[in-house]
């Protein structure tokens, strides 16, 4: 039973985190400081996603070429 | 935003993964047996469709915002993750997605494979292989048509768009009774990850409360400014994995850095 959690989790896991959850947490952390700015700064900062998701992108793809994840 | 863009996207992301689930059928059903891979098929295609019809309307119940939010975040997750493969594979970091040895290699499988008779199925084997690769691809397929078309409270659409891409798929690979192994996979792939990054970036911000200059407008930037950056990333590392190859041997996938990942459980 233990054992058809895991891996249920597992899959779920590999199906939307990937091979790399720190994409993952960059995109979580930057639309966290996006509703914080927008909602308690008033900036209307429709940058910062886009810039997010490119850094990530960089950041994730010098880890998996220098075998790092 | 329209409904065609919307089916095309969906069209596109559906084909990918139908191509897949065909190679997995025709290794099933040429090598084994009929019948029993089809039993598979069938049984895949009735838990994909308890789904649909489960999330389907539920998720349309939640409110735009939370909606976006969430499956924006989801939707730049995943199609953050298509990019970088397509991007490693296109630098030559990770071997192309080849669905003739794909098919190759199921086939070489399901030889070896005995043959065991269980629950009025004939071939066990046969049956399971058909129903994990069909239910795995088609799950990809669910989780994009949920989510655009939930986004654009229009599932209508995106099911219109992911049944047009699986009939164009299965009625080819009948016809052709192979694997479809000239559709330029990789570059399906590549396309795919640019939009649902697009797509997730812009629902993403909006659920976090921004609003995007010129509204839906602002997609025919961020779409091609993604697309043009992951091309620029791929052909700067396309140029670093050329310079890292020793003298003498050709930069390709088994160079010094070649990156081995988990694409046999997700199929990007």
Redesign the interface.
Same mark, same amino acid.
């Given at each position: 039973m233990i054992r058809a959690l895991k891996s249920f989790g597992a899959f779920w896991y590999d199906f939307v985190i990937g091979d790399d959850w720190q994409v993952a947490a960059i995109v979580v952390v930057a639309l966290a400081v996006t509703a914080l700015l927008v909602h308690a700064a008033g900036i209307n900062a429709w940058w910062l996603l886009p810039l997010a998701a490119f850094a990530a992108l960089a950041w994730s793809l010098h880890r998996a070429t220098s075998g790092k994840s | 935003m329209t409904a065609l863009p919307l089916v095309l996207t969906v069209f596109v992301a559906c084909a990918v993964e139908a191509i897949e689930a065909l190679t997995i059928v025709l290794a099933a059903g040429l090598t084994r047996e009929w019948r029993s891979t089809f039993q598979g098929m069938a049984a895949a295609l009735v838990v994909l469709a308890a789904i649909v019809a489960v999330l389907g309307p539920t998720i349309t119940l939640l409110p735009l915002t939370a909606l976006r @939010?969430v499956i &924006?975040? $989801?939707l730049?997750?995943?199609g953050?993750?298509w990019?970088?493969?397509a991007? $490693?594979r296109a630098?030559g970091?990770k071997a192309l997605h080849d669905e003739a040895s794909a098919y190759l290699r199921e086939v070489a499988a399901a030889k070896a494979a005995p043959e065991v008779h269980k629950r009025g199925v004939n071939d066990w084997y046969a049956f399971t292989l058909s129903f994990k690769g069909v239910l795995l691809e088609g @799950?990809?397929v669910v989780f994009i048509v949920i989510t655009f078309g939930a986004n654009q409270h229009n599932i209508g659409a995106a099911v219109i768009g992911a049944a047009a891409a699986v009939v164009v798929v299965t009625v080819t690979g009948i016809v052709v009774r192979a694997p479809l192994s000239r559709v330029p996979e990789n570059a399906l792939k590549f396309a795919v990850g640019i939009m649902l !990054?697009s797509f997730g !970036?812009f629902w993403?911000?909006e &659920?976090?409360? +921004?609003?995007?200059?010129g509204d839906d407008a602002?997609l025919l930037v $961020?779409v091609p400014? *993604?697309a043009a +950056?992951?091309l620029g990333?791929a052909a700067w $590392?396309r140029r670093?994995?050329r310079l890292s190859a020793a003298p003498g041997q050709t930069a390709g996938a088994a160079g010094p850095?070649s *990156?081995t990942?988990?694409e046999e *459980?997700?199929g990007?």
């Open positions: - | @939010l &924006g975040a $989801l730049a997750i995943f953050l993750q990019l970088r493969k991007i $490693l630098a970091y @799950l990809e !990054t !970036t993403g911000a &659920g976090a409360g +921004v609003r995007w200059p602002a $961020l400014a *993604v +950056v992951s990333y $590392l670093a994995h850095a *990156v990942e988990s *459980v997700t990007r």
